[in-house]
């Protein structure tokens, strides 16, 4: 019988948002958490969809094998060095060339009183 691998290599992520400000001296910030099973590395490309423009293309990541990789929003540049924009509503399409499981966790700081909020992103088969 054949191993069936863990994983898909589409995954959707429809609510992101980095905020503008934080408080308490810790940033807000986002990260699609990227857990690679395989024994090659994967390649991550993402897309990023929002309300009123068209989607940013170009963001690129590697996750190295029996590895998990944390991916933080507010630190990706695209190919052309242009970063996520804040006080933004936007959505992620998080592409692997290998099966990955991929989950999404906020850290809201933007109160004095902490959020945080982990979910399993949408896969795609």
């Given at each position: 019988?054949?191993k069936k691998?863990?994983?898909?290599?589409?995954?959707?992520?429809?609510?992101?948002?980095?905020?503008?400000?934080?408080?308490?001296?810790?940033?807000?910030?986002?990260?699609?958490?990227?857990?690679?099973?395989?024994?090659?590395?994967a390649?991550?490309?993402?897309?990023?969809?929002?309300?009123?423009?068209?989607?940013?293309?170009?963001?690129?990541?590697?996750?190295?094998?029996?590895?998990?990789v944390h991916?933080?929003?507010?630190?990706?540049?695209?190919?052309?060095?242009?970063?996520?924009?804040?006080?933004?509503?936007?959505?992620?399409?998080?592409?692997?060339?290998?099966d990955v499981?991929?989950?999404?966790?906020?850290?809201?700081?933007?109160?004095?009183?902490?959020?945080?909020?982990?979910?399993?992103?949408?896969?795609l088969?």
């Amino acid at each position: 019988m054949a191993k069936k691998s863990v994983g898909a290599r589409v995954w959707m992520i429809p609510d992101s948002y980095l905020p503008e400000h934080s408080t308490r001296g810790m940033q807000s910030h986002e990260s699609a958490c990227v857990l690679n099973l395989q024994a090659r590395p994967a390649k991550i490309k993402i897309t990023v969809y929002f309300e009123d423009r068209e989607p940013l293309e170009g963001f690129e990541a590697t996750c190295p094998p029996r590895r998990t990789v944390h991916i933080r929003l507010e630190r990706l540049k695209n190919r052309r060095g242009e970063p996520l924009p804040v006080g933004k509503p936007m959505a992620l399409k998080v592409e692997s060339n290998i099966d990955v499981v991929v989950q999404h966790t906020r850290l809201d700081t933007t109160q004095p009183a902490l959020a945080l909020m982990t979910t399993m992103a949408f896969p795609l088969k």
